[in-house]
């Protein structure tokens, strides 16, 4: 069955799969965005509710949905966002330094 809980789960292990096979920087950090947005489709879909509300203070509401997994994944979404300025301005650095961005040449 496909869902964003299973989606979510997959771009996470592509992306762990990306991270750990490949030598350029560039794309390690692109595999960890694509992490980052795994985990955030895993828990916006673990928080949906089938047939909910949102969570407004109107009279007759009576099933609502949870607004703490998205609050969080809107705080882990400036997260990744920070992260990953501050790992592309590291490779900036580093390819000034060796001139290179093949962590394999780097020694």
């Known amino acids: 069955m ?3 809980l299973n989606i979510g789960i997959i771009l996470f292990l592509i992306s762990l799969y990306g991270i750990i096979t490949n030598k350029n920087v560039i794309k390690i950090i692109m595999s960890m965005g694509i992490m980052g947005n795994g985990v955030v489709l895993f828990f916006i879909s673990l928080g949906y509710v089938v047939d909910a509300e949102a969570p ?3 009279s007759g509401v009576e099933n609502i ?3 703490l997994p998205q609050t969080l994944m809107l705080t882990m979404i400036v997260i990744n ?3 990953t300025a501050l790992a592309l ?3 900036v650095w580093l ?3 060796f001139g290179t961005l ?3 040449e780097m020694k």
Do not use: A
């Open 102 to 104: 093949d962590l394999g």
């Open 95 to 97: 390819y000034n330094e």
């Open 65 to 67: 949905v949870d607004p």
């Open 2 to 4: 496909i869902n964003g």
């Open 89 to 91: 301005t590291i490779v």
């Open 81 to 83: 966002l920070c992260l």
């Open 56 to 58: 407004i203070m109107i």
